[in-house]
């Protein structure tokens, strides 16, 4: 049985609703804000996309004016006539190189892109290309397009029924829900899982992430069961239940060791999470209070002298005296 590459996990951001963080932190402002600013950062990542998009498409297309009249200079005989193809021809040079720099920018564009964290705004909507889990399918390979198309439309069509599958316990009520939901069995789910799993964490509620995660590993071992088979995970969940079911101790050890490994990756990855967005929440805080010269009042404050180092007070009524 190999082993889960939880590399693929580490930019999966968690949701902004959850209920506890640190209890001095005002929760709901904290992850309002939160949310506000990914969006903002999202729409600006795509007003730039659009941008060079609309620059390359600019730069195409004074390219097909040059060349068009560069196509009708030619063959002309007049001095004028030279003169103006050369320029074209020197101009036509030029937007080249623009156009490959253009396609260069954008092509970094893309890398970034792909570099971005997944969360729950981007995982059932537009924009989410990206298998979350290592596990590849062996029917022919989808462009980015069919695979944005199919994971947005799966989640929005069965996000209910993947969090009923979550919250199941039973070997044999999550057996008989796939085969009667058997479209479940597939990497869209357990994408899905791990969503929920580091969201859970995130709200403190310990016991329902470790039952979420449970029902996580059960998808992938059957979608590494399917890899290994190199049949349809649709085709072979039946087999993973009646060999896990049937007290196969190697196998029972090896799920057992992957759940607790993803479990300790799921804490490790929302306690990293709630630090990152307190850390951000702090700072934009820090930042409106910043008056004349750059100075925070609040650190302004704390530097000022404990009162223990003043005079005593009868020092000034003998003073005053």
Not at 167 to 193: F, G, I
């Amino acid at each position: 049985m190999t082993t889960i590459d939880y590399s693929v996990w580490d930019h999966i951001e968690v949701s902004d609703d959850e209920d506890d963080t640190h209890p001095n932190i005002d929760t709901p402002s904290l992850f309002r804000w939160r949310h506000q600013a990914r969006v903002e950062r999202m729409e600006q990542f795509e007003k730039q996309g659009a941008e060079l998009e609309k620059g390359q498409a600019e730069c195409r297309r004074k390219l097909a004016e040059v060349q068009r009249r560069i196509r009708d200079l030619e063959g002309a005989g007049t001095d004028d006539a030279k003169a103006e193809l050369s320029r074209a021809k020197e101009e036509e040079k030029q937007l080249k190189k623009d156009e490959r720099g253009w396609e260069k920018k954008i092509e970094e564009h893309r890398r970034e892109e792909k570099k971005m964290p997944w969360n729950v705004d981007t995982l059932s909507k537009e924009g989410f290309s990206k298998s979350v889990l290592n596990v590849k399918p062996e029917t022919k390979e989808e462009t980015e397009e069919e695979k944005e198309q199919k994971h947005r439309t799966f989640v929005e069509k069965y996000e209910k029924q993947i969090k009923h599958f979550g919250m199941l316990r039973r070997w044999d009520d999550s057996q008989k829900y796939l085969s009667d939901n058997p479209h479940l069995v597939c990497e869209e789910t357990a994408n899905y899982l791990v969503i929920m799993c580091i969201d859970l964490e995130v709200e403190e509620k310990h016991a329902l992430m470790e039952q979420v995660a449970h029902q996580t590993i059960v998808m992938q071992f059957i979608l590494e069961l399917a890899k290994s088979l190199k049949v349809d995970p649709r085709g072979c969940f039946r087999q993973f239940f009646a060999k896990i079911k049937t007290a196969d101790q190697q196998y029972q050890d090896a799920f057992n060791d992957e759940l607790e490994s993803f479990k300790e990756r799921v804490r490790g990855r929302a306690k990293i999470r709630i630090e990152t967005a307190m850390k951000e929440y702090e700072e934009e805080e820090r930042q409106k209070r910043l008056g004349p010269g750059g100075l925070d009042p609040v650190e302004v404050y704390e530097s000022l002298p404990e009162v223990s180092s003043l005079p005593p007070f009868h020092f000034f009524i003998s003073a005053l005296v």
